[in-house]
């Protein structure tokens, strides 16, 4: 097979066909004659981004297709990138329904085989690792990731390891993040926070609440205690009364029995003489006094009684009047407040310990975080470091001399630093070529052959017709070799 890139009003190409067999072509020319946008154009069908600069000035709309041209001369498959001014669009014919234009375009084309010269521009180790295909084995990869690896062991491992770097730099960004809020807020809750006592109240809140409901009964029946004691009371000072009245009538019964002793003296004095005449008489008389201080006797007896009896009561009042000392509303306000003031105390210890579990939550999700965040940064750091420097130091790069130590680029024990422009570009397009041929492409791209003095740019064009690619250049002046075409623009052209 064959391959034929078509142009059409690209930059300052207006139409051209370039034959892609292999072989060897040179663009030679002055400065800004066109020649960079010949090797543009194969980078610009890979070209995604929509960008109608690249139009050449005065057109409607430019054209890059890629043929693909079997031994009769016909096409076989092409694609197109076409661009105007408000659209980009790439197309294929006769493309296998199992691939898409960007993947057949990849198989053909690719940046490592565009220009080695950056090799001698760039840094050729970033750009070799950026291309290298590199492969992981399992063992390479961190503990338990063996069985679930996260990239495609056959392709470009360091692509795949700056992609896990990106992934997990991002999640331990993130972790990091959430690690420090929570760090705020544990230090946050922790200033001001006095420390739990170390000894427990002299009271419990079961107790507490038990002797405030018993209060709150106190408080409620306050009034008719009092009431039933006023009532105590008064029944108290009627039996008083009572009692005085009973000795007021017993005084008056003493008091009238001294008056008829008197009487009976004062009867017995004026009728001693009449004794004898009224002896029946005074006997009869005397018999009824006596029976009726008799009756007056028991009757005070009975009173006696009465009043003993109604003393003890009298006492018995007074001993639960003692017992049970008048309560006023200030002692209920005072239990009250001290109540509250052990509701206050037990609310503020339980906030207290509400607030110290809220610190040990946050520290255990802190925690946590850290340790994730520890070994996010593990496999951070792993894939950003380590494992690149296992992959490189396995590295066979196919070219005599040629090899890395230590992350760096050497050429026969040289620095890459160290060799002369002409024998990087030499490497450069040495290596170029041999990866170029291991990923089968078809062409090498070089844009400034005009670095290499003449005696290398002869050296590597010879070395380049043997190897089977098709090798594309260009070069500032004037044709030296048969196979050069000169560039120049179109206006000197039509002159």
């Not at 690896?149 to 692509?159: I, K, M, Q, R, S």
Request: hydrophobic fraction near 30%; glycine fraction near 4%.
């Amino acid at each position: 097979m064959s391959y034929n890139l078509h142009i059409e009003n690209f930059l300052t190409i207006e139409e051209m066909d370039l034959d892609l067999s292999p072989g060897i072509q040179g663009f030679v020319g002055d400065n800004a004659q066109g020649k960079t946008n010949i090797l543009n154009a194969l980078s610009a069908i890979l070209d995604g981004s929509h960008d109608p600069r690249l139009i050449k000035d005065g057109a409607k709309r430019c054209e890059i297709r890629l043929e693909e041209i079997d031994e009769n001369d016909d096409i076989v498959r092409s694609v197109s990138r076409i661009r105007t001014d408000k659209s980009n669009r790439l197309t294929s014919k006769n493309l296998p329904t199992s691939l898409s234009p960007k993947i057949y375009l990849s198989r053909l084309l690719d940046e490592i085989a565009l220009n080695p010269i950056k090799l001698i521009s760039e840094d050729p180790v970033k750009y070799l690792k950026k291309h290298l295909p590199m492969k992981v084995e399992a063992s390479d990869l961190p503990r338990n990731m063996s069985d679930q690896v996260p990239f495609d062991l056959n392709e470009n491992a360091l692509d795949e390891c700056e992609k896990q770097k990106q992934y997990y730099g991002s999640i331990r960004l993130k972790t990091y993040q959430e690690m420090r809020h929570q760090k705020e807020v544990v230090d946050e809750l922790k200033r001001e926070l006095p420390p739990l006592p170390e000894a427990d109240l002299p009271y419990s809140r079961e107790g507490v609440d038990a002797e405030e409901r018993k209060l709150i009964e106190e408080s409620a029946t306050i009034d008719i205690y009092n009431k039933n004691r006023q009532e105590v009371i008064a029944s108290a000072e009627v039996i008083k009364e009572s009692v005085s009245r009973i000795g007021e009538k017993i005084d008056q019964f003493e008091i009238a029995i001294e008056d008829h002793k008197e009487s009976i003296e004062i009867q017995k004095h004026a009728l001693e003489e009449r004794i004898k005449k009224l002896r029946a008489e005074h006997a009869e008389w005397e018999r009824e006094t006596r029976h009726k201080i008799d009756l007056n006797r028991e009757k005070i007896e009975g009173f006696e009684e009465q009043k003993d009896e109604k003393e003890r009561e009298l006492s018995d009042v007074l001993k639960r009047i003692e017992s049970n000392p008048e309560r006023s509303t200030d002692q209920i306000e005072e239990r009250q407040a001290e109540i509250k003031s052990k509701k206050r105390k037990l609310d503020e210890i339980d906030s207290l310990k509400r607030r110290h579990s809220q610190v040990f939550d946050h520290e255990k999700v802190y925690n946590s975080l850290k340790d994730r965040h520890s070994e996010e940064d593990e496999l951070y750091k792993y894939f950003s470091y380590e494992l690149p420097k296992i992959l490189i130091s396995r590295c066979d790069l196919h070219v005599d001399g040629l090899g890395f130590r230590e992350d760096e680029l050497y050429v026969n024990d040289r620095h890459i630093d160290r060799l002369s422009s002409a024998e990087r570009a030499i490497v450069a397009v040495k290596l170029v070529v041999e990866l170029a041929k291991r990923r089968g492409h078809i062409a090498v791209c070089l844009d400034g052959i005009e670095n290499m003095d003449q005696r290398h740019r002869e050296d590597f064009l010879d070395a380049m017709k043997d190897s089977g690619l098709k090798v594309l250049y260009t070069r500032y002046g004037r044709p030296e070799y048969s196979h050069e075409t000169l560039v120049q623009k179109e206006a000197e052209l039509s002159n």
